[in-house]
């Protein structure tokens, strides 16, 4: 039954109570392509990290009870990285290296600026007090000890991970599946036209590529289908029988108002889907509408309007199946930004205004003639998210389309 939602926030959170998150998962070899997938089990350290006692500098290894006042001490070795360490004598020092393994007996690394060498030899330049035992050294197992937990369940993989994963001997790890999503744009005044012009009551079918285009920036999301369907509830009703039974998200366009052709309200009803919102309190996009299978699958019909379409997709959609895909943090918080043209414009809704980002960084507000601007959603970079009857000289949540 539909609820009534005072932010778009607090309608996405009831949604996800409703929806199925992803159980089952495969074993991938460890590649450039598994990145930006979910991980379904964490990533488990194979050893210490580091796995021994190595030097956080360049300069001399010793024991700190052989620092003598105007003594010389002699150079017996060296240790660099890659290489088992010297044996280190008594009274002696072992030059070393960034990352080389600490000798046996060495409790102290001394920077090379720290002491004055001369031959084979070197001179403490500080009084012994001003060392103290283990200093630029790295310790066995201080990042992390064996068994432990290093990456969580639920991480969308990214080149910083990829690091760990390869340091602790991870050549095949396990992810959930991709996430499936069936796009259907609806409308008789919609069409391909691609080797023709369309005659002047007609448009080209922008949202599908645009949507295609936003959801195949996420490796964890499979597009397993996108079709077009005409404004017929039969039609509409077939076409999205059919994609539930492959896909995981049903994503509409169109047909979700309260128009004589807006069949997608009734055909959710008559699927015995739960409908959790059809309408929120926003613009551009009031009249989407979310709801979820008996199975814990996602329908979620989007205006037709484009700049609607792309906004809520992006700002509704998108955490909606990245909870769905199983990542641990779906609903993060994005970055404040302040528009540099700012207005005293105020509405009483969720108000996504379009935004275009400079070379130089800053943000300003684009001019948009609408939901149906095509030209002001081209030149965009995202849009920021004004609360009811707040004005835009405030820091404001900036999404990004990239």
């Known amino acids: 039954m539909k609820n009534t939602f005072t932010s778009p926030s607090e309608a996405i959170r009831e949604l996800t109570h409703h929806l199925q998150t992803l159980n089952d998962s495969e074993s991938q070899i460890v590649s450039r392509e598994l990145y930006g997938r979910v991980l379904s089990e964490p990533i488990?350290?194979?050893?210490?990290?580091?796995?021994?006692?190595?030097?956080?500098?360049?300069?001399?290894?010793?024991?700190?009870?052989?620092?003598?006042?105007?003594?010389?001490?002699?150079?017996?070795?060296?240790?660099?990285?890659?290489?088992?360490?010297?044996?280190?004598?008594?009274?002696?020092?072992?030059r070393i290296f960034t990352g080389a393994m600490i000798p046996d007996n060495a409790n102290a690394v001394i920077k090379r600026e720290d002491v004055i060498e001369v031959n084979d030899t070197i001179s403490i330049q500080h009084a012994a007090d001003h060392f103290f035992e283990g200093i630029n050294i790295r310790r066995a197992g201080e990042n992390a000890t064996a068994g432990s937990e290093i990456i969580e369940k639920g991480t969308i993989l990214n080149a910083a991970h990829?690091?760990?994963?390869?340091?602790?001997?991870?050549?095949?790890?396990?992810?959930?599946?991709?996430?499936?999503?069936?796009?259907?744009?609806?409308?008789?005044?919609?069409?391909?036209?691609?080797?023709?012009?369309?005659q002047l009551w007609q448009i080209r079918n922008s949202n599908r590529r645009s949507l295609c285009v936003l959801l195949d920036a996420f490796?964890?999301?499979?597009?397993?289908?996108?079709?077009?369907?005409?404004?017929?509830?039969?039609?509409?009703?077939?076409?999205?029988?059919?994609?539930?039974?492959?896909?995981?998200?049903?994503?509409?366009?169109?047909?979700?108002?309260?128009?004589?052709?807006?069949?997608?309200?009734?055909?959710v009803d008559t699927l015995g889907a739960n409908l959790i919102f059809h309408g929120l309190p926003i613009r551009p996009g009031k009249p989407i509408?979310?709801?979820?299978?008996?199975?814990?699958?996602l329908i979620l019909g989007l205006p037709g309007n484009p700049v609607s379409a792309m906004i809520g997709c992006f700002r509704i959609g998108i955490p909606l199946m990245k909870y769905m895909a199983g990542a641990k943090h779906w609903n993060q918080t994005p970055p404040s930004v302040r528009v540099e043209n700012s207005d005293e414009k105020t509405i009483p809704l969720h108000w996504f205004r379009l935004v275009r980002q400079s070379s130089d960084g800053n943000i300003s507000l684009c001019d948009n003639k609408g939901s149906g601007d095509l030209v002001a959603l081209g030149q965009s970079s995202g849009f920021v998210e004004l609360l009811p009857n707040q004005v835009s000289d405030e820091a404001l949540p900036y999404y990004s389309w990239n």
């Open 44 to 94: 488990i350290a194979d050893r210490d990290s580091p796995a021994a006692n190595v030097s956080a500098m360049d300069g001399f290894a010793l024991n700190l009870r052989d620092l003598k006042p105007q003594q010389p001490i002699t150079i017996v070795g060296e240790c660099k990285a890659g290489s088992p360490p010297p044996r280190l004598l008594s009274g002696a020092a072992v």
């Open 162 to 198: 990829a690091a760990a994963i390869t340091n602790f001997g991870h050549t095949s790890i396990a992810v959930k599946r991709t996430l499936r999503i069936s796009i259907i744009t609806t409308g008789d005044e919609v069409g391909d036209f691609q080797d023709s012009t369309p």
């Open 219 to 267: 490796p964890w999301i499979e597009i397993s289908s996108e079709q077009h369907c005409v404004d017929s509830k039969q039609a509409i009703q077939s076409m999205i029988t059919q994609s539930l039974d492959t896909a995981d998200v049903v994503l509409l366009t169109g047909g979700v108002s309260v128009g004589d052709h807006d069949h997608v309200p009734e055909v």
């Open 289 to 297: 509408l979310g709801a979820a299978t008996n199975t814990g699958k």
